[in-house]
């Protein structure tokens, strides 16, 4: 039986994750789920955003699905996310982006760079310290060009190495390991390659970059398929996986059922594939573009359905036919 962590967090999370969820327990009755209650909503109620039991907890489970939190930008408050993401070792972000004539999937570093959390505020200067270590680069381009052997495809190196020293590290090591694993691999600075992958995303694979860049670039990257509100991410580590949308909490349309689940379904998708079933993957992507071709729509897409109407629509396609 696998055991899934149920993290609905704050703002949109609490409406999107129980339709990824629903999903998931449509198309696998075998799975078992536990919520944990992390973010900024439980640090209002209890001054803790996240408790160490909490990360013992989800340490526990086969796999975390994940909405988002609120980081409020106060000096003092960590970001649960992050925390969660060293403290399971989550340290590849995999960030699929498909659309008609493109395919490709963003690697980001997801432990290190500039989210290191190694920072300083005094009253006249602030630093964060941008660490990129030979191990998290070593393992995160490996992951990358696995992947990208499986695509037969290309990998690309985003880095900003014409400025940065850290970048000239990461550079380094990853063009060594993809010549040692002999695969096409190509190289574009993060600024001109955030504006290229928008231009001609067909000629993308895979994209290895440090954490803050793939962060950004997937959120520009959203663009192609038609905003936030449609692109998964899985967190890989060697023994904890974790699956979220790209999106965060949403404060600005939390609670007035518009969000788009289509994210949060795509990362019920990722889990089914994660635990070997990929037809899952597929039967919830065939059901989200059933849905969308019938016109039912978020107001995001210009639609008028709500969360809940498109996600019953989706769930009504599913399930039919298959064996348990
Ligand atoms: P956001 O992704 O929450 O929202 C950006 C914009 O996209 C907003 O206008 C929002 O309404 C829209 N949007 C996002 N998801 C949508 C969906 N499913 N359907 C329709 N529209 C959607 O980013 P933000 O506003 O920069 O951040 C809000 C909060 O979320 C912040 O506290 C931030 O720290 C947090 N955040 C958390 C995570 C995470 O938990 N992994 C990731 C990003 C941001």
């Known amino acids: 039986m696998r055991r899934i962590a149920v993290v609905e967090g704050d703002g949109i999370g609490k409406e999107v994750i129980?339709?990824?969820?629903?999903?998931?327990?449509?198309?696998?009755?075998?799975?078992?789920?536990?919520?944990?209650?992390?973010?900024?909503?439980r640090w209002e109620?209890?001054?803790?955003?996240?408790?160490?039991?909490?990360?013992?907890?989800?340490?526990?489970?086969?796999?975390?699905?994940?909405?988002?939190?609120?980081?409020?930008?106060?000096?003092?408050y960590q970001s649960v996310i992050l925390r969660?993401?060293?403290?399971?070792?989550?340290?590849?972000?995999?960030?699929?982006?498909?659309?008609?004539?493109?395919d490709f999937t963003i690697v980001r570093e997801n432990t290190e760079g500039l989210y290191s959390g190694i920072e300083e505020t005094s009253e006249e200067r602030a630093t964060t310290l941008r660490v990129v270590t030979r191990h998290?680069?070593?393992?995160i381009v490996?992951?990358?060009?696995?992947?990208?052997?499986?695509?037969?495809?290309?990998?690309?190196?985003?880095?900003?190495?014409?400025?940065?020293?850290?970048?000239?590290?990461?550079?380094?090591i990853c063009i060594a390991e993809a010549l040692s694993a002999g695969i096409r691999y190509k190289?574009?600075?993060?600024?001109?390659?955030?504006?290229?992958?928008?231009?001609?995303?067909?000629?993308?694979d895979v994209v290895v970059t440090t954490n803050i860049f793939g962060d950004i670039l997937s959120d520009v990257a959203s663009f192609l398929v038609g905003g936030l509100g449609l692109v998964p991410s899985a967190n890989i580590g060697e023994n904890h996986a974790l699956f979220e949308p790209v999106h965060g909490s949403a404060p600005d349309i939390a609670g007035k059922d518009i969000a788009n689940p289509v994210?949060?379904?795509?990362?019920?998708?990722?889990?089914?594939?994660?635990?070997?079933?990929?037809?899952?993957?597929?039967?919830?992507?065939d059901a989200i573009q059933a849905t969308l071709s019938c016109g039912v729509k978020t107001r995001d897409?210009?639609?008028?359905?709500?969360?809940?109407?498109?996600?019953?629509?989706?769930?009504?396609?599913?399930?039919?036919?298959?064996?348990?």
Do not use: W
């Open 18 to 41: 129980p339709v990824a969820q629903e999903a998931l327990e449509l198309l696998h009755p075998e799975y078992y789920f536990f919520p944990v209650d992390v973010g900024y909503g």
């Open 142 to 172: 490996r992951k990358a060009i696995q992947i990208t052997r499986q695509r037969k495809g290309t990998l690309t190196i985003g880095h900003k190495a014409n400025v940065l020293r850290s970048d000239v590290f990461f550079r380094s």
């Open 136 to 139: 998290g680069t070593e393992r």
């Open 45 to 76: 109620k209890t001054g803790c955003p996240c408790a160490d039991r909490d990360i013992a907890e989800l340490k526990t489970a086969d796999a975390v699905l994940f909405g988002a939190v609120t980081t409020p930008p106060m000096k003092d």
């Open 263 to 285: 994210a949060a379904l795509r990362c019920a998708g990722m889990l089914c594939s994660h635990f070997g079933d990929p037809c899952g993957e597929k039967e919830i992507e």
């Open 301 to 324: 897409l210009g639609g008028t359905a709500g969360t809940k109407a498109f996600g019953n629509a989706v769930i009504s396609r599913l399930g039919t036919g298959r064996p348990h």
């Open 84 to 102: 969660i993401r060293k403290a399971l070792d989550l340290y590849a972000n995999l960030r699929p982006v498909r659309g008609p004539g493109f």
């Open 187 to 204: 190289e574009r600075f993060i600024d001109a390659l955030a504006l290229d992958i928008l231009v001609h995303p067909k000629d993308y």
